[in-house]
């Protein structure tokens, strides 16, 4: 049973075809590598599956439940959680701050959550320490190095306890020492059942990582399987050295 | 009939001067990304320029563009190196505050040397007027029209066949690529904020024969012309002409059909209208912001 | 951690005395040109704490609050005439139902204004404070017009007439900086900053942007109407360009940006210390309109050379001397 179903998706930005028919499916509880080509459409899929642009035709199941049209609070609420490509945090708010902003609520009722506010506090402060970035807690989101706000971001979107987690490059722009935490940390957090989905360029990244890999190109599936069947899969060499 | 179809005609004559107004400010919109809640003020202030070459010196309105258009250039430049330039954090919202302090600065000017009375610039041809069909036209409107399309067609041909105003079109676009490629952007927006201040010199000459003023008058003209570039779409200068030849036309029809005292309040409610269909305006991109 | 502790204690004392003084003010100098000056310049620390949860936490800034300080006084002046309240102290009873009106039409105007992001939103409020002036002067039959609307008169007399308005806008200074601190604490008021920060990125962690904008759009609409009504009944009489008046909003609004915005304490400080300025510039050169010109360059000199607002610039400066101070914590260091 897969935790996250796209079928049929597509979307065009005037003339550009970005999104394709393009069809997935995510299994639970695995990390799955969404790899491709630049402009193969990664980013749009992401940005179609949380809700931040309206998809032209398909349909989006999570957990069994239809969520497309849904805005990107409404899909983080049901249980999915997303980074940005160049990290997002909130550069005014200190980073326990920014790990304090998530909610899993809707609408109004997200206005009184806040009951639990020093569980969530201890909560929070164990996810630095869990990232090794305690040492900043007080610091403003805008003064930390960029490590650092890759880092705050994971943990910020796992704060309220996403099922399912898209990560946008989680391996970009990163020094090599950093990439080993955040894969082990990655890996920790997966263990504790939380399923990824990973854009990624850095192909050994994904490689040590993924337990299987989707290949899109031109805004559709072309493989997928276990990382080591894909990378020789002729569509795939095709798709990397003929775009 | 006859009296809508004139409000009609009236309302595309007016609409000109609007779009010309309006044009200013989505410009200055486009190349800075600030609103200059002072354009109103600088207009009013035009027409009072206006006013005192005409009562002191005889000098035509029209003609007296020659001194203030040119005045009104530098003094947008000086404005906006003075007060826009330094704003390094928090443009947007600081822009706002600069700008309503100049309006309010140049309100208290003009108060000064001329209190509150309301002034009008008169001259032949806002009495004198022509036939069409079953009613008359009053010259100045066509007069003022027309000067509006020149400088408007003035401003598009910069735009379109200068390398200078490709250069703005492209700090429109996008400031920081603008910036990267080499364009000098601070310049740029220095000139753009003297050519909206030129503009609405412009614009005051003829608002001041049309009008009565005084110099709290701008409140209410900003409010029209903010409306009309947000229906136009920000930055959109073709939004902008349209939506103020259509919003002045539908204004002097509402005066003739319910009320006048009634005219202004269609701003609102077709604002109102317009931003829940399409809250980017008519002719504004979708702004997708960082995504 | 004692120094943290420390650090609050001074903070209640302190508060505890500031309130305890503009408690027992009236007592130490009754004369109605101070207690008049005190009226004004509490009301507008009550203003601009309310116009601070909008534009300081949300970062969407309204440039027609006027709007709801007129709305309510118009509000308030209504309900006393069509229920023929007498003056007195009854009056006050129905500045609280004064604010719920003027709540009621924030929600209709947030609906739709904030459908747009900061530029857009800006003039919008700007367009709805003129149209609510328009509406005030031609719905006579209603409003009065242009001839005004009047309260019941107050039956207090000398020195004594200012001081219910006084404990009026007293009370309600407080309650908007209690509600502001509240939300300041609360994960709401979090959801707020987050919006301000990064509107998409708040959008993505969860944040509910559009209940949440226009939640503190409403509250702070309410508070500014529940003073507009209160200012009406002091005023006693009331017209459309003198209570929908552009500058009491940018008023409301420089003030925020002089003490710090989005900090709970800069408007407070913002108020008072502008709030009498423009007081003494109005009284002195009101009469020649030379005071506008004086107050806009108070404000461009204070963008200029403060943009950042009094309270988080002198932080600053507090911040560095520490960062300066030589090895004071150097066994802290991580």
Same mark, same amino acid.
Request: a positive charge.
């Given at each position: ?97 920014? *790990? ?10 997200? *206005? ?132 | ?84 330039? =330094? ?89 920081? #690529? ?36 005084? =110099? ?24 902008? !002409? ?12 509402? #005066?003739?059909? !319910?009320? =006048? ?31 | ?334």
């Amino acid at each position: 049973m897969s935790l996250l179903q796209v079928d049929h998706l597509s979307k065009r930005f005037g003339g550009v075809v970005a999104v394709d028919d393009c069809t997935l499916s995510i299994p639970a509880g695995g990390i799955t590598g969404l790899i491709g080509p630049n402009g193969s459409g990664k980013t749009t899929i992401f940005n179609l599956i949380t809700g931040f642009i309206a998809m032209d035709e398909g349909r989006i199941t999570f957990k069994s439940e239809l969520i497309d049209g849904l805005g990107p609070d409404r899909v983080y609420e049901r249980g999915i959680g997303r980074t940005f490509q160049l990290a997002r945090i909130f550069p005014r708010l200190t980073a326990l701050e920014n *790990l304090l902003v998530p909610v899993r609520r809707s609408g109004l009722r997200a *206005l009184f959550s806040g009951a639990g506010w020093s569980d969530e506090r201890s909560k929070a402060m164990e996810m630095l320490e869990f990232l090794e970035i305690s040492q900043v807690a007080g610091a403003l989101g805008g003064s930390l190095s960029y490590g650092q706000r890759k880092l705050l971001e994971l943990g910020a979107v796992m704060m309220a306890g996403p099922e399912l987690v898209l990560l946008d490059e989680p391996a970009g722009g990163v020094n090599p020492a950093l990439l080993e935490r955040i894969a082990d940390r990655l890996r920790t957090l997966n263990s504790r059942g939380t399923t990824f989905l990973i854009v990624e360029h850095n192909m050994s990244f994904v490689m040590n990582l993924c337990s299987e890999v989707i290949v899109v190109h031109r805004g559709r599936q072309i493989a997928s399987g276990k990382p080591d069947a894909v990378r020789s899969d002729p569509a795939v060499l095709d798709a990397y050295l003929g775009a | 009939m006859t009296l809508v179809l004139e409000a009609a005609v009236l309302g595309i004559l007016t609409g000109g001067v609007y779009a010309l107004m309006a044009s200013g400010l989505t410009l200055i919109f486009g190349v800075m990304r600030i609103i200059n809640v002072g354009h109103g003020a600088l207009v009013i202030l035009g027409a009072y320029l206006s006013f005192v070459l005409w009562r002191n010196l005889s000098i035509d309105p029209f003609v007296s563009l020659v001194v203030t258009m040119p005045v009104m250039f530098v003094l947008g430049v000086i404005l906006q190196v003075v007060f826009i330039r =330094p704003l390094k954090t928090d443009r947007e919202a600081l822009s706002v505050l600069v700008t309503y302090s100049i309006a309010l600065g140049i309100e208290g000017l003009l108060g000064y040397f001329f209190s509150s009375n309301y002034l009008q610039i008169t001259a032949w041809y806002d009495t004198a007027s022509f036939p069409i069909g079953d009613f008359r036209i009053t010259y100045v409107y066509i007069y003022g029209f027309l000067l509006c399309l020149a400088i408007l067609g003035a401003i598009f041909l910069m735009l379109y066949r200068t390398t200078f105003g490709g250069a703005i079109r492209a700090t429109m676009l996008n400031r920081t #690529a603008a910036q990267l490629v080499g364009i000098d952007v601070d310049r740029v927006s220095a000139i753009a904020f003297g050519i909206g201040m030129a503009t609405a010199a412009a614009g005051g000459v003829v608002f001041g024969i049309t009008n009565t003023f005084n =110099p709290g008058s701008h409140y209410d003209l900003i409010s029209r012309l903010l409306t009309i570039i947000v229906l136009g779409g920000l930055g959109s200068l073709r939004g902008a !002409i349209i939506a103020a030849l259509v919003m002045l036309v539908i204004e002097d029809i509402t #005066a003739v059909v !319910i009320s =006048p005292v009634w005219a202004s309040f269609v701003f609102f409610v077709i604002l109102v209208a317009v931003l829940l269909v399409r809250p980017q305006g008519l002719f504004g991109l979708r702004v997708r912001e960082r995504l | 951690m004692n120094r943290l502790r420390d650090k609050r204690v001074l903070m209640a004392v302190g508060l505890v005395a500031v309130l305890t003084l503009t408690l027992v003010l009236p007592a130490i100098s009754p004369e109605s040109a101070t207690t008049n000056m005190a009226v004004f310049t509490l009301m507008y620390v009550g203003l601009a704490t309310a116009w601070n949860i909008m534009g300081g936490y949300t970062g969407y800034i309204s440039l027609g609050h006027a709007g709801f300080f007129g709305f309510g006084a118009y509000a308030l002046g209504l309900l006393l005439a069509r229920l023929s309240i007498a003056g007195g102290y009854a009056p006050f009873l129905f500045v609280p139902v004064a604010g719920l009106l003027t709540g009621l039409m924030a929600a209709g105007v947030g609906w739709f204004a904030l459908r747009t992001r900061a530029a857009t939103f800006v003039i919008v409020t700007i367009a709805f404070m003129f149209m609510l002036q328009l509406l005030a002067e031609n719905l006579t039959s209603l409003t009065g017009g242009g001839a005004g609307l009047g309260f019941p008169n107050p039956p207090w007399r000398g020195d004594f007439f200012n001081i219910p308005f006084y404990y009026a806008m007293l009370a309600l200074a407080v309650l908007g900086l209690a509600v502001s601190w509240s939300i300041r604490r609360s994960k709401f008021g979090l959801g707020l900053l987050a919006i301000r920060d990064d509107e998409d990125k708040a959008l993505a962690v969860g944040v509910p942007a559009r209940a949440f904008k226009l939640t503190a759009f409403v509250i702070s609409a309410t508070l500014v109407g529940m003073i507009g009504s209160v200012y009406g009944y002091y005023v006693t009489f009331i017209y459309p360009q003198f209570v929908v008046d552009p500058l009491i909003g940018i008023s409301m609004v420089l003030m925020v940006f002089l003490g710090g915005l989005g900090t709970l304490w800069g408007p407070v400080l913002g108020a008072v210390i502008l709030e009498p300025a423009q007081l003494w510039l109005a009284y002195n050169y009101g009469a020649s309109r030379l005071y506008l010109v004086l107050y806009s360059a108070v404000f461009l000199l204070v963008i200029l050379l403060m943009p950042r607002g009094i309270i988080p610039s002198v932080r600053d400066l507090i911040a560095e001397r520490r960062a300066s101070a030589p090895a004071a914590r150097a066994g802290a260091a991580p």
